[in-house]
């Protein structure tokens, strides 16, 4: 993170995929959470 904040003009390029780990319903928390943070994903895994 220090790295990040020292370097403001740095990008990032962060690419994730998709799989049918979990339930349905957990599948679906994430979907949701994703939507609703524009698509970056609610962050780790509980």
């Known amino acids: 993170m ?7 003009d ?3 390029l962060v690419i994730g ?3 049918m ?3 349905f319903e957990y ?5 949701q959470a994703a939507r ?3 698509g ?3 962050g ?3």
């Open 2 to 8: 220090r790295m990040l904040t020292a370097n403001l």
């Open 10 to 12: 740095l990008k990032l």
């Open 17 to 19: 995929h998709t799989d």
């Open 21 to 23: 780990a979990g339930t």
């Open 27 to 31: 599948n679906r928390t994430l979907s």
């Open 36 to 38: 609703r943070s524009g």
């Open 40 to 42: 970056h994903g609610p």
């Open 44 to 46: 780790p895994r509980p």
